[in-house]
């Protein structure tokens, strides 16, 4: 690649904007208690529970991405499990 295509690779990529999901990962960073999902890859422990549950998924041949939103009938017992832990949702 010769110096002017070089060039114009670094000011294309600096006229890019952030996702959302960036823009939203920066913003909880100015609060605390935020737990982080951006990923997948929440920065809390995970309970004992939800291991053994993705154990026997895997087991079941249950490997699949969910939809965004999740699977339906977990989301009440997950948002019961962090009101439980008095963390924000």
Avoid at 28 to 38: A, L, N
Avoid at 48 to 71: L, V, W
């Amino acid at each position: 690649m010769n110096n002017t295509n070089e060039m114009q690779l670094s000011d294309l990529s600096w006229s890019i904007r952030g996702t959302l999901g960036r823009k939203l990962l920066k913003k909880s960073q100015q609060y605390e208690g935020v737990v982080d999902f951006t990923l997948g890859d929440p920065d809390i422990p995970t309970p004992d529970g939800i291991c053994d549950a993705a154990i026997n998924a895997i087991r079941e041949h249950k490997k699949r991405y969910t939809a965004a939103g999740g699977i339906a009938p977990l989301r009440p017992v997950f948002v019961r499990h962090l009101f439980f832990h008095s963390m924000a949702i």
